[in-house]
């Protein structure tokens, strides 16, 4: 493989990778985040509004707050559980992390890179190994969903 070559999958494939899987684990990573807080929130005000039994301080219309905080909860938890932010999050960010450290050893000449005569096809195997296996991992956490829908 010639230099050019390698210099354009790097540019139009590799750091497109990372960027992709960097964007998509800093954004699961932060819905996550959001929606667990919430989660927290919600949950421990329910138990507070009951107590304070706000129908008998403030009148008829406030009586529901607590059911609608337990609503919340619940929805909030079925979206964690059905969308799975975190476990997104964290596929993301480890493939991200594999991809990058294979640059670092094929920049170092460290790992099977030392001792290969073709650098260059080593590593845009070893990338693509890493991006078939993700989306492998992708398409059978699609097919879970598909089938708990049925």
């Given at each position: 493989m010639d230099q050019q070559n390698f210099?354009?999958?790097?540019?139009?494939?590799?750091?497109?990778q990372i960027n992709y899987y960097e964007v998509k684990a800093?954004?699961?990573?932060?819905?996550?985040?959001?929606?667990?807080?919430?989660?927290?929130i919600f949950a421990a005000l329910t138990?507070?509004?009951?107590?304070?039994?706000?129908k008998s301080l403030l009148g008829e219309g406030f009586g529901?707050?607590?059911?609608l905080t337990s609503v919340i909860v619940v929805i909030l938890t079925a979206a964690?559980?059905?969308f799975k932010y975190?476990?997104?999050?964290?596929?993301?960010?480890t493939t991200c992390e594999a991809l990058k450290k294979e640059k670092y050893l094929y920049d170092a000449e460290l790992?099977?890179?030392?001792?290969?005569?073709?650098?260059?096809?080593?590593?845009?195997?070893r990338i693509e190994a890493l991006?078939?296996?993700?989306?492998?991992?992708?398409?059978?956490?699609?097919?879970?969903k598909e089938e708990i829908k049925k």
């Open positions: 210099d354009d999958y790097l540019k139009n494939r590799y750091w497109d800093e954004r699961n990573q932060r819905i996550y985040r959001r929606l667990q807080w919430a989660l927290i138990p507070a509004l009951i107590e304070f039994n706000l529901h707050i607590a059911t964690l559980k059905t975190q476990e997104n999050w964290i596929n993301f960010r790992s099977d890179y030392q001792q290969s005569d073709d650098r260059q096809a080593q590593f845009i195997d991006l078939s296996r993700e989306n492998t991992l992708w398409l059978s956490v699609q097919k879970k």
